[in-house]
């Protein structure tokens, strides 16, 4: 089965707000994890990733929080545009080798003007 | 750079039909990996390769096979095309930076079976 998922299906928003998506992971051992987002009819892009030996990590607008206690990972989208709806993945190694990734099944965010 | 490229972009076809899905990358990655999404699913791992000569099975590898000859491309061959191979398939590829396991991905290729 799946040892990656995300909490909610979709998420609505309105444009300015700050946005939050969880994923929550059943290895504990995963030490890499990683967010990609996806536009309808293209293939996903890379966001931002973070490794576990890091609670925190920052880009441009968006933000990676990462409890190993609890295993969950979130993706923190600040002043949500439109161009921001999409489906957002989260991800992590299969191994610490990072030979591959496994995907969870996504969160649809749709942004309102 | 071209990035990775997936051909083709559609394709329609019959219950036990071949067909071979082409990927290459321009980026001289080493790893190179193809996934399925079904429709509302996330991306599950069908094969992958960390080097020309080398696959390895992912998640799903059952009705498809891969070979890797050169560092640029991995096609995906589908042997006896069945309804459950209904699914958009995408290629990918990351490099020998272990600092971040980034794939890149190519545009995909709607593939339906009927």
């Known amino acids: 089965g799946e040892s990656v998922g995300l909490h909610l299906p979709t998420l609505s928003v309105q444009e300015g707000d700050n946005s939050i998506i969880n994923c929550a992971y059943s290895?504990?051992?995963?030490?890499?994890f990683i967010w990609y987002k996806q536009e309808s009819g293209k293939g996903p892009q890379f966001i931002i990733d973070i490794r576990s030996n890091m609670d925190k990590r920052q880009g441009q607008r968006v933000t990676v929080l990462l409890n190993k206690t609890v295993k969950h990972l979130s993706l923190q989208i600040a002043a949500t545009q439109p161009g921001d709806s999409a489906v957002y993945f989260c991800a992590e190694s299969l191994n610490q080798a990072g030979t591959a990734l496994i995907f969870g099944k996504g969160t649809t965010l749709s942004v309102s003007s | 750079n071209a990035g990775v490229t997936q051909t083709p972009k559609f394709r329609i076809l019959k219950i036990g039909q071949s067909m071979t899905l082409q990927c290459t990358q321009d980026m001289n990655h080493n790893y190179m990996y193809w996934y399925r999404q079904d429709p509302g699913m996330g991306l599950k791992l069908i094969y992958y390769s960390v080097g020309a000569g080398i696959t390895d099975k992912g998640e799903v590898p059952n009705g498809y096979n891969v070979s890797r000859s050169t560092t640029e491309d991995f096609p995906l061959r589908l042997e006896l095309a069945a309804p459950s191979q209904t699914s958009v398939y995408f290629c990918a590829s990351r490099g020998r930076d272990f600092s971040s396991y980034e794939q890149y991905f190519g545009p995909g290729t709607r593939l339906t079976v009927t």
């Open positions: 290895n504990s051992a995963s030490d890499y």
